[in-house]
């Protein structure tokens, strides 16, 4: 069954007429009563019964045409949804951002992103880096922004900013009569760890030796938790520089050595890109994520 024998049916159905069908569907007489012998052969029966100036649906036609409408109007439907793809007149797209990246940041490119193309819609998912890179290379998510030392091969990275790791503490810590803090001056304190932290791979990366032996306190995935355990002294901990902090929490560069992260756009490399995509892509580029 092809598309045009439901359309040159459905013309018949509501005109009752082979000659005006013919003339809505813009198809010679000749050419509409084959394409419905054809059908009425595939479908084991007639469809029309024509009686000199008059057409009627058969009871087979009876039967089979709220289904043929169905099926005509679910096609016109997939080709509306494609057309408004193509031009963005609509488009969801999926991102995944990395629970440890600075929501603020990620307010600010949205409200641009819909300023400049209202028409996107990005659903945003949040998770942790590996699991985001799990989900772009199974096509459940479009974009990634993530922080990772490296990335699989099949994944293309587009770097957007970078910004320093930090030590929080709270008022009255030692580190805080310091500009910075180098890293082995960590060795002994009470610590907080962040699980979603990617920090200490970071340092064992660059090849500067054991990591400070600290005194763990306390870990979550949840980083106001951690905030709020850093303003009671439980301890202190090591975060991203844009990271959110709670009012009162201090911070100190770490240094000797001083660690960075930068934050990329992923996508997976060689995958066809919608239109969508590639105006987020676009945006990403030139979007000033310090503000």
Known sequence: MEMHQVRYFLAIAKTLNFTRAAELSHVSQPSLTAAIKKLEAELGGELFRRERKFTHL???GKLIKPHLEQMYAASEAAKAEAESFAVLDRAEVDIGVM???NPTQMIGFLTELNQKHPTIEPHLREG????LIKALLDGEIDIGLVSLLDFPSRLHAL????????VAFAQGHRFERETAVPFQALDGEDYLVRLHCEFTEHFEALGFGENPKTNLKYSSEREDWIQAMVLARVGCTVMPEFLPSLEGVLMRPVVDPQISRTVSLVTVAGRQHTPAVAQIMRLAQTYSWHR
């Open 128 to 131: 942790k880096g590996q699991d």
């Open 99 to 101: 629970s440890t990246i």
């Open 58 to 60: 058969t009871d087979l």
């Open 159 to 166: 770097p957007l900013y970078s910004e320093r790791y930090m």
